[in-house]
């Protein structure tokens, strides 16, 4: 049926194909009962196969059992839902939030639910598919702008005359590793809101899917820039990265989350997640305020691998986190390399496009790594 245009990517060097694991996450993973230094996920405290994740989880199916049988509104949610939910509004300093299925529901049905028709979308170019795809099942009008470019945000805001408008941004972009200027784009949206014409009609929508658990001592993007939480701020966020879990939330004032339970589509039509993987992110999120070495480490080894990759003369595309893009030039250098690095041991994707735009690979250095494994990579690619 659709020979044609499998022969289309494969041609192109396009076509994707899935490695299956025989090994938990981690650093060093087995693939085909090779042994392989893990540099491509996103498991950043190494917390995906953690003793306290592990317990927590085996307790939960003890004490709940596995499946969930319903969605939240009918009888899907359990006691440990509600206490992660005050957990998040606790660690976020919010009043308020919501756990979703996954960053993509949440995303996908967050968006659609607070931007009606008539409403105005801003969102940065390089924002997650996800918050594309939001953006396109919303009724409202989606702008683009330029990454990071709140010249070019604020032109677009002024001249648009809707009624609402709400600004989407990835804090840390997923493909490039570099952070959104969360300080301008509150200093806009505060200027913004403040105009006696304009009371409190913008909103600022942030996705902390790679900054939890990575930045602002692992509280995400708003604590790493000192900004507290306003009504008028939206922020979502995953257990499926830093945490070592999986699902999602959303964190904002007790009126939002209210009306975000109440519309969002994704949240009311679908089970709620089981119990024993609510429990692990409750003890990921425990873990990761009683240990604040582990967020250090991964920081160190980040630091460590982008010196050792710039100092070989590789661009690393602006990356200022532990996502780290190194330029392959054209997609058929970029396979080669990655094979090349497959052959020698080392686990690290060729991203092409559409991911992006332009070809590269994409290392996530996480807290699990060794010296030795940062010090191999650069060394086989040097
Ligand atoms: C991974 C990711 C998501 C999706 O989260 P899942 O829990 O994997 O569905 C959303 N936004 C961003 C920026 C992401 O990187």
Redesign the pocket.
């Known amino acids: 049926m659709f020979s044609k245009q499998l022969k289309f990517l494969r041609e192109k060097n396009l076509l994707r194909e899935i490695e299956n694991r025989n090994s938990p996450q981690g650093a060093h993973i087995k693939i085909d009962g090779k042994e392989y230094i893990n540099f491509s996920s996103?498991d950043y405290l190494g917390l995906a196969n953690h003793p306290a994740l592990l317990r927590a989880s085996q307790r939960a199916i003890k004490k709940f059992g596995f499946g969930s049988g319903a969605s939240r509104l009918l009888c899907g949610g359990s006691i440990l839902h509600e206490e992660l939910e005050k957990k998040i509004a606790g660690f976020k300093g919010t009043e308020s939030a919501l756990v979703f299925n996954?960053?993509?529901?949440?995303?996908t049905g967050i968006i659609p639910a607070i931007a009606e028709e008539g409403d105005a979308i801003f969102s940065d170019e390089l924002?997650?598919a996800?918050?594309i795809d939001g953006c396109r099942l919303s009724r409202a009008k989606t702008y683009i702008y330029k990454h990071k470019n709140t010249g070019h945000l604020e032109n677009l805001i002024r001249k648009t005359k809707s009624k609402r408008k709400i600004v989407v941004t990835?804090s840390?972009?997923?493909m490039d590793g570099d952070i959104a200027p969360l300080k301008e784009l509150h200093e806009l949206c505060f200027t913004l809101n403040s105009m006696p014409s304009a009371p409190c009609s913008l909103l600022l929508y942030i996705?902390d899917?790679?900054a939890t658990g990575v930045l602002g001592k692992g509280r995400g993007s708003l604590e790493h820039f000192g900004i507290k939480p306003k009504p008028w701020i939206i922020q979502m966020g995953?257990?499926?990265?830093a945490l070592g879990s999986?699902?999602?939330f959303v964190a904002g004032s007790k009126d939002t989350i209210e009306f975000i339970l109440n519309t969002t589509r994704s949240f009311i039509f679908s089970t709620a997640l089981p119990p024993c993987i609510i429990a692990a992110s409750i003890a990921a999120l425990e873990l990761i305020e009683k240990k604040p070495a582990l967020i250090k480490k991964l920081w160190s080894n980040r630091d460590k691998t982008a010196k050792g990759l710039t100092k070989l003369g590789y661009d690393i595309m602006g990356s200022e986190t532990p996502i780290i893009p190194v330029k392959t030039g054209s997609i058929e250098n970029t396979l080669k390399t990655s094979r090349y690095l497959l052959k020698k041991g080392i686990f690290a994707p060729a991203i092409r496009p559409p991911t992006v735009k332009e070809p590269r690979i994409r290392i996530t250095v996480t807290a699990a790594h060794t010296d030795e494994d940062i010090e191999k990579l650069i060394k086989e690619l040097s």
């Not at 996954?102 to 995303?107: C, L, P, V, W």
């Not at 995953?238 to 990265?241: E, L, R």
């Open positions: 996103n996954s960053g993509y529901a949440a995303n924002n997650h996800s918050i990835d840390v972009f997923s996705d899917a790679h995953t257990f499926s990265k999986f699902g999602a």
